[in-house]
């Protein structure tokens, strides 16, 4: 068994209603606390009194909860990742993102200067199921709080809050706080003057907190060349283009750039 996989006992994730949603496995009492979720300690000659540590586990599951997954997602893993691809002996480029994805995780460091991680490629090659597998893991093996969100759900959470009344900077601070935050679907939307304004707020205040950004988008890196030859066509549009050159400046300084391709995993016939 791969020695990562020790952290996975005890818990399990469904999907229940909108949202994947852990739970807590059967367990024995604890031993150590009896249940209580306090220890007692004894340190310099004066008893202490702390957190079990039978209590980390639902302090994760607590934390996975809140990162609010959609459900369509509970079943992705770094284990139910496809890395191989029909008639492909060799490596695989779903093979490349899934390791380089691996080594992010492996460097991160609760509470380090982290860099963040952006997979970008075509549509139906994997960018949102290895983004919640690392979501998994960074909250189970390594206790670290995430938020996720689509960015169109953001724009309209914000747009939402600021139609309560709530203050602009207030409306942006579940999104700021978390260590790392998972945006997917980076540069989707209407693109708008106040969409671009929205994300450069928030880019600009978790690049001064240090925060982590993992995310994922459809759209390159590049302008691309026409596909069909002789047929003039405009060149697909640039996250670049979508973000805006403050935005993408400063996510080419704090993030590592992941070119996820290989097949379509939405067509029936490339699984396998």
Same mark, same amino acid.
Request: net charge positive; aromatic share 6%.
């Given at each position: 068994?791969?020695?990562?996989?020790?952290? !996975?006992?005890?818990?399990?994730?469904?999907?229940?209603?909108?949202?994947?949603?852990?739970?807590?496995?059967?367990?024995?009492?604890?031993?150590?606390?009896?249940?209580?979720?306090?220890?007692?300690? !004894?340190?310099?000659?004066?008893?202490?009194?702390?957190?079990?540590?039978?209590?980390?586990?639902?302090?994760?599951?607590?934390?996975?909860?809140?990162?609010?997954?959609?459900?369509?997602?509970?079943?992705?893993?770094?284990?139910?990742?496809?890395?191989?691809?029909?008639?492909?002996?060799?490596?695989?480029?779903?093979?490349?993102?899934?390791?380089?994805?691996?080594?992010?995780?492996?460097?991160?460091?609760?509470?380090?200067?982290?860099?963040?991680?952006?997979?970008?490629? !075509?549509?139906?090659?994997?960018?949102?199921?290895?983004?919640?597998?690392?979501?998994?893991?960074?909250?189970?093996?390594?206790?670290?709080?995430?938020?996720?969100?689509?960015?169109?759900?953001?724009?309209?959470?914000?747009?939402?809050?600021?139609?309560?009344?709530?203050?602009?900077?207030?409306?942006?601070?579940?999104?700021?706080?978390?260590?790392?935050?998972?945006?997917? !679907?980076?540069?989707?939307?209407?693109?708008?003057?106040?969409?671009?304004?929205?994300?450069?707020?928030?880019?600009?205040?978790?690049?001064?907190?240090?925060?982590?950004?993992?995310?994922?988008?459809?759209?390159?890196?590049?302008?691309?060349?026409?596909?069909?030859?002789?047929?003039?066509?405009?060149?697909?549009?640039?996250?670049?283009?979508?973000?805006?050159?403050?935005?993408?400046?400063?996510?080419?300084?704090?993030?590592?750039?992941?070119?996820?391709?290989?097949?379509?995993?939405?067509?029936?016939?490339?699984?396998?």
């Amino acid at each position: 068994m791969d020695p990562r996989a020790d952290w !996975e006992q005890g818990w399990t994730v469904r999907q229940e209603g909108a949202w994947a949603v852990a739970r807590m496995l059967p367990r024995p009492p604890c031993a150590a606390c009896g249940d209580t979720g306090r220890r007692a300690v !004894e340190l310099d000659g004066a008893v202490r009194f702390g957190r079990c540590r039978c209590q980390m586990l639902p302090d994760r599951v607590a934390l996975f909860n809140a990162a609010a997954i959609p459900a369509r997602h509970a079943p992705c893993t770094m284990d139910s990742f496809v890395t191989t691809e029909r008639g492909t002996a060799g490596p695989t480029p779903a093979a490349a993102a899934w390791s380089a994805v691996r080594a992010w995780l492996d460097d991160y460091r609760p509470g380090g200067d982290n860099r963040g991680l952006v997979l970008y490629g !075509e549509p139906g090659r994997g960018k949102t199921h290895l983004a919640v597998a690392a979501c998994r893991e960074l909250v189970f093996r390594l206790g670290v709080a995430v938020r996720f969100v689509e960015f169109s759900h953001l724009v309209a959470d914000i747009r939402d809050a600021i139609g309560r009344g709530d203050p602009d900077r207030t409306t942006l601070t579940p999104y700021v706080t978390p260590p790392v935050l998972v945006i997917d !679907e980076l540069g989707k939307g209407r693109n708008t003057d106040w969409e671009s304004s929205v994300l450069d707020e928030l880019v600009s205040r978790r690049y001064n907190a240090r925060g982590a950004l993992l995310g994922t988008t459809n759209f390159p890196l590049r302008a691309t060349a026409a596909r069909r030859p002789g047929i003039a066509e405009p060149p697909a549009a640039t996250l670049p283009e979508r973000l805006g050159d403050r935005v993408f400046s400063r996510l080419r300084e704090t993030v590592t750039w992941v070119h996820t391709a290989g097949e379509d995993h939405r067509v029936p016939s490339s699984r396998h």
